[in-house]
């Protein structure tokens, strides 16, 4: 018997039977040669896995010999699909920000999207079972949406902006699913031409590519499991499994009607066909039930299973679908759509039901099965006709490390990433750490620098994350740097200001800018470090000078005392230890500076008091008003008292701690009046010379008080 490349050999392995089909591919369309149906003899499949692999192997075995003798032909590559229930599903997201704004690259979006999936397959290890990412193959992946600086947008590519994230469903094949079919078939003495997934198989024979956008949940019921996939937009975007199906009403029929299981399932079939049921129960009863009683008794099973089925669409869709397609065996269960339709809240005619009697694309019917249930070994082989979702098997060596690759489309670096769990995000050109400062309470940021990426290189040659890889290549990838933590100077982060030129004490000094760090004073050249504090001022006042270019505390400025009486009464005088001068005038200490402004700033041990300074209003008595001729002067008093400790004294003489000072104000005569005003009386008078005080004739050596008039004339002689 020899091979022909238009023959296409398709299996589907369930968990009740073995199907195997042999079609002629022609242009448009398969023609099916032979078919070959098998049940399991014994449990060897449970829910859609395989638990006894040299049993199954067996039956592939038995449907390959047969489908050969009946064909005439030699067998020895076949399509096979790995169950649907058997997939997770695993919701991704990642961000990635920018520095600055910029235009989104291809680069980017693959970056992000692989980094999304990553965190999808993190999501795999829950709870203690820390390796349980690494037992699944990554099958693909549907995005969900896609954000630029928080706004939703259908594409990022070209867009500008500084942030962006995605969302996404990922889903994986556990490896064990996959290593158990693969060693069936090798088994069988047959090499894998085409694998797939059985829900996309189902989907390509009975939901044509433009009805994805409508949202759909297809639901395959076979013997141990209902398989669940539901499209939207464009995509099947999720898969879930009920561990209940057409098992559960067969084994309801057993119990009820005391029949062994295949009894049981010759029942089932019939109950859309009969009015009534001939059986013969274990005891060789044989009996009549009409097959209304028989629904009627197992209804609350039938109402079980599509309860957990209508939940399962909910929980994956998180709303009723639009419709339900349903396939498989199981599907032909009465009642069923009116209970799904009943949960899912639908009008009943949204529950429809395939029975793939014409299948589109394909001629023939398989025997011994329902027209439902050949929808997905037809699935496969139009699969396998079209090359679709064709899995591919390799070994590549990923920085010198063995990795067995699976994946559904050609295999890229990334896949390749994934299934080593080498963190994508490390291709990255990774920034460093950014530092933290305060600047006079405002928050002040260091960027560090950017890192280099990563390179990828295939046999020696430069290549990206997206480069496809075939068997035997060798991928290197050398990490790249990580950037420099940010650093900085106090200069780098305080504004630059200008400096004015004043002199202290006769130096000339320049009024920069003064910079205290974690409250120590520090020049603008110190390094900083992440929470630094920083705080900078510039001398505006005398106060700020003494203060911060001196460096005198101001709380040292104090005042002297010097204590003494006065008349008999306690005086006190205070004085400050500093004299301070701004260009030769005493000032105080909120007297701004300017440019070129001479600051004298010296100490002061002792006091300039002297007795004039503190006589006050004393003083003031020691002067006497008088009206001469008619013109009001004041003139000092003759004669006044001053003492200091019992002694004369002078008006100039320095107050010392202590003192005693005496002063009584005294009068005065004409005559020093006019001596003090500088009158002169002429020598030779022309007249008698009249001198009155208040009107009164009066004498030169008249004494005078505070008030008096007095008149000096000539009076001419008659």
Same mark, same amino acid.
């Given at each position: ?6 023959i296409?050999?398709?299996l589907?392995?369930g968990?009740r039977t073995v199907v ?7 242009a448009?369309?398969?023609n099916l040669?032979?078919?070959e ?8 499949m449970?829910?859609?896995q395989?638990?006894?692999?040299i ?5 592939v075995?038995?449907?390959k010999?047969?489908?050969e ?6 067998l020895?590559k076949v399509?096979?699909a ?5 997939l ?8 990635i920000?920018?520095k ?8 980017d979006v693959k ?7 990553q ?9 203690k079972?820390?390796?349980k ?7 693909g ?7 630029l ?5 259908g594409?990022?590519?070209?867009q ?12 994986f094949?556990p490896?064990i ?7 069936v078939?090798r088994q ?21 590519q433009?009805m994805?956008?409508f949202?759909l949940?297809l ?7 209902s398989d669940i996939?539901i499209t939207?937009d464009g995509?099947?975007i999720?898969?879930?499994m009920?561990p ?6 067969t084994?309801?029929i ?11 399932e ?6 859309n066909?009969a009015?009534?049921?001939e059986m ?10 009409s097959?209304?009683?028989?629904i009627?008794n197992?209804e609350d ?6 309860k ?18 349903c396939i ?5 269960t009465?009642?069923?759509r009116e209970?799904?339709?009943q949960?899912l ?5 949204r !529950?429809?039901?395939?029975? +793939? *009697?014409e299948i589109?694309?394909?001629? %023939?019917?398989i $025997? &011994?099965?329902?027209g439902?249930q ?5 699935g496969?082989a ?9 899995a591919n098997f390799?070994d ?16 890229k ?8 769990e080498?963190?994508i ?7 460093g ?5 305060e ?5 002040k ?5 950017m ?7 295939i046999n ?7 480069s496809e890889i075939?068997?035997g290549?060798? !991928?290197?990838?050398?990490? +790249? *740097? ?5 650093? %900085?100077?106090? $200069? &780098?982060?305080?504004?630059e200001?200008?400096a004015?030129k ?8 320049e009024l ?19 929470g630094?504090k920083i705080?900078y001022?510039?001398p ?6 003494i203060r911060d270019v001196?460096?005198?505390p ?15 009464q306690?005086k006190?005088y205070k ?14 200490l909120?007297k701004?500076v300017?440019?070129g402004?001479k ?12 007795i ?7 003083s003031e008595?020691s002067?006497i008003n008088i009206?001469?001729?008619?013109k009001?002067?004041?003139?000092p008093a ?7 400790n019992n ?9 010392q701690?202590g003192?005693?000072?005496e ?6 005569r ?15 008078l ?6 009155e005080k208040n009107?009164?004739?009066?004498q ?5 008080t505070?008030?008096d008039?007095?008149?000096?004339y ?5």
């Amino acid at each position: 018997m020899d091979s022909r490349e238009d023959i296409i050999f398709a299996l589907d392995i369930g968990t009740r039977t073995v199907v195997g089909t042999v079609l002629k591919s022609e242009a448009d369309e398969l023609n099916l040669i032979a078919s070959e149906v098998v049940e399991h003899k014994n449990r060897s499949m449970l829910d859609g896995q395989i638990h006894n692999v040299i049993d199954v192997a067996n039956q592939v075995k038995k449907i390959k010999n047969r489908l050969e003798e009946k064909c005439d032909l030699k067998l020895n590559k076949v399509g096979i699909a790995a169950a649907g229930r058997a997939l997770k599903t695993v919701k991704g997201h990642h961000e990635i920000e920018f520095k600055n704004k910029k235009e989104i690259s291809p680069e980017d979006v693959k970056m992000l999207e692989f980094a999304a999936v990553q965190d999808a397959q993190k999501k795999l290890a829950v709870g203690k079972d820390k390796e349980k990412a690494s037992g699944y193959h990554f099958v693909g992946y549907t995005l969900l949406g896609s954000k630029l600086d928080g706004i939703e947008v259908g594409s990022l590519i070209s867009q500008r902006g500084k942030k962006i994230e995605i969302d996404l469903i990922a889903t994986f094949l556990p490896r064990i699913v996959v290593d158990s079919l693969l060693t069936v078939i090798r088994q069988a003495d047959l090499e894998v031409d085409h694998l797939t997934l059985e829900p996309i198989a189902a989907a390509n024979i009975i939901v044509p590519q433009q009805m994805y956008n409508f949202n759909l949940a297809l639901v395959d019921i076979g013997a141990g499991t209902s398989d669940i996939a539901i499209t939207r937009d464009g995509a099947i975007i999720g898969y879930d499994m009920v561990p209940v199906a057409g098992d559960e009403i067969t084994e309801a029929i057993c119990e009820n009607y005391m029949v062994d299981y295949h009894t049981a399932e010759t029942i089932k079939r019939k109950l859309n066909s009969a009015e009534e049921v001939e059986m013969k129960d274990i005891l060789d009863q044989k009996v009549k039930i009409s097959t209304q009683s028989i629904i009627k008794n197992i209804e609350d099973k039938i109402n079980n299973l599509a309860k957990l089925i209508a939940e399962a669409i909910l929980r994956l869709n998180g709303r009723a679908p639009q419709a339900v397609i349903c396939i498989g065996g199981g599907s032909l269960t009465p009642l069923l759509r009116e209970k799904l339709s009943q949960y899912l809240e639908l009008p009943v005619n949204r !529950v429809g039901v395939k029975d +793939g *009697e014409e299948i589109q694309g394909v001629r %023939g019917k398989i $025997k &011994d099965i329902s027209g439902t249930q050949s929808i997905t070994p037809f699935g496969i082989a139009m699969s396998c006709k079209k090359n679709q979702t064709r899995a591919n098997f390799i070994d590549i060596e990923l920085n010198d490390n063995l990795i067995h690759l699976f994946t559904l489309t050609p295999p890229k670096v990334s896949d390749a990433l994934l299934a080593a769990e080498l963190d994508i995000k490390a291709l990255k050109a990774s920034p460093g750490l950014a530092m933290s400062v305060e600047v006079n309470g405002n928050l002040k940021m260091i960027p560090g620098t950017m890192g280099t990426p990563a390179k990828v290189f295939i046999n020696g040659e430069e290549a990206g994350i997206d480069s496809e890889i075939k068997n035997g290549d060798k !991928v290197d990838i050398e990490l +790249g *740097e990580k950037g420099k933590n940010g650093s %900085g100077l106090i $200069k &780098d982060v305080v504004p630059e200001l200008p400096a004015r030129k004043i002199f202290i004490n006769g130096e000339a000094i320049e009024l920069d800018v003064i910079y205290y760090l974690n409250g120590e004073k520090v020049n603008s050249s110190q390094e900083l470090s992440d929470g630094d504090k920083i705080s900078y001022t510039i001398p505006q006042t005398v106060e700020d000078v003494i203060r911060d270019v001196i460096g005198f505390p101001i709380e040292n400025l104090r005042f002297n005392k010097i204590n003494y009486s006065l008349n008999g009464q306690d005086k006190e005088y205070k004085y400050q230890n500093y004299k301070i001068k701004v260009n030769d005038k005493a000032v105080s200490l909120d007297k701004e500076v300017d440019e070129g402004d001479k600051i004298s700033f010296v100490e002061n041990n002792f006091s300039n008091l002297k007795i004039k300074d503190v006589l006050g209003d004393l003083s003031e008595q020691s002067m006497i008003n008088i009206v001469f001729n008619e013109k009001a002067i004041k003139v000092p008093a003759k004669d006044y008292k001053l003492l200091k400790n019992n002694k004369p004294a002078k008006l100039d003489d320095i107050i010392q701690q202590g003192d005693e000072i005496e002063y009584q104000s005294g009068g005065i005569r004409l005559n020093q009046v006019l001596e003090h005003i500088n009158y002169q009386i002429p020598r030779s008078l022309g007249g008698k010379l009249i001198i009155e005080k208040n009107n009164q004739k009066a004498q030169l050596i008249e004494a005078l008080t505070d008030g008096d008039r007095v008149k000096v004339y000539i009076e001419n002689n008659k």
